[in-house]
Nanobody, 123 residues
């Protein structure tokens, strides 16, 4: 059974940093793209960062230069380093496993989701 479990969320002040982690079980995370999505209250889920099987990365414009996605295929983990956090980064962050090799930011291309970890950034 495929399972994704996120951790690392929390509350920080603007300008601070957090590192999110996602552990995959029952699934070889190196065989397809993985990504981070987020959802703020009252808003749609949006793609934040994705990483392809070949290591190429895609980022939402709003996080470019601040967030870094990485994966460890040996440990079967996905990480998101978030620096220079802003209040608008607040939301529930979800780890997702894709059905393709490409680093896409469209939720419809991801078939497995974690339960999410909350990130709150105060001004």
């Amino acid at each position: 059974q495929v399972q994704l479990v996120e951790s690392g969320g929390g509350s920080v002040q603007a300008g601070g940093s957090l590192r999110l982690s996602c552990v995959a079980s029952g699934y070889n995370s190196g065989t397809s793209a993985m990504a981070w999505f987020r959802q703020a209250p009252g808003k749609e889920r949006e793609g934040v960062a994705a990483i392809a099987t070949n290591g190429s990365r895609s980022y939402a414009e709003s996080v470019k230069g601040r967030f870094t996605i990485s994966r460890d295929t040996v440990k079967n983990t996905l990480s998101l380093q978030m620096n220079s956090l802003r209040p608008e980064d607040t939301g529930m962050y979800f780890c997702a496993a894709g059905s393709l090799a490409l680093a896409a930011l469209e939720a419809s291309l991801y078939f497995r989701w974690g339960q999410g970890t909350q990130v709150t950034v105060s001004s």
